[in-house]
């Protein structure tokens, strides 16, 4: 089993962006549904958006227009464009990968094969 290693995040003012990735090794996942999750203090982990195989994307509500998911297969990267950050979006962001056809992706699912370090976002008002 490989590895995800996220970097890109930081702080931010409210309005400002920021463009998280995630580096995969050890092994490849273009195949594979990815994306991206987050965990605030004292919250469950949420799901904030999804990439299946072939770039059909899926995002939860909350960062839908502001967030965008991406992913280089031939680079083995995954990218999350964040842009009009509020302070609601602070948390840790941890990118993930599961051996799941699109239909896992597009249905939101939580669980996760491998799952990254996590990177720190942080926006102040």
């Known amino acids: 089993q490989g590895q995800l290693m996220e970097s890109g995040g930081g702080s931010v003012q409210t309005g400002g962006s920021l463009r998280l990735s995630c580096a995969a090794s050890?092994?490849?996942?273009?195949?594979?549904?990815m994306a991206w999750f987050r965990q605030a203090p004292r919250k469950e982990r949420e799901g904030v958006a999804y990439?299946?195989?072939?770039?059909?994307?899926a995002y939860a509500d909350s960062v839908k227009g502001r967030f965008t998911i991406s992913r280089d297969n031939a680079k083995n990267t995954l990218y999350l464009q964040m842009n009009s950050l509020k302070p609601e979006d602070t948390a840790m962001y941890y990118c993930?990968?599961?051996?799941?056809?699109?239909?896992?992706?597009?249905?939101?699912?939580?669980?996760?094969?491998?799952w990254g370090q996590g990177t720190q976002v942080t926006v102040s008002s």
């Open positions: 990439i299946t195989s072939g770039g059909i994307t």
């Open positions: 050890g092994s490849t996942y273009s195949s594979y549904c």
């Open positions: 993930g990968a599961a051996r799941f056809g699109s239909w896992y992706c597009l249905a939101r699912r939580p669980d996760f094969d491998v």
